[in-house]
């Protein structure tokens, strides 16, 4: 399960402004990458789809991504859009 939640720290903050405040609060120079989105649903279906890619997991088929709203305390599903498989060439 990919679970990720409503009213995130992520999604209100660019990569930038989040390293900025992180190197003034610790005084410390910021530059990793944290994961900043602006969509938490395309978010998901990118996490869930850079799952299935990752050929050492057995159960990629399995994968799914769930929304923790927070607002109603409720999760659901995010629908991964439909791979349509590729015919072989020739
Ligand atoms: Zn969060």
Redesign the pocket.
Known sequence: MVI??TE???QRFTETQLAEGISIATHHPFTELLGCFTDPIEAIRDDVQRLIEYKSLVHRDKIRGFLYDLATNSLAEVEMPRVVPQKPAG
């Open positions: 990720r939640h995130c720290a992520l």
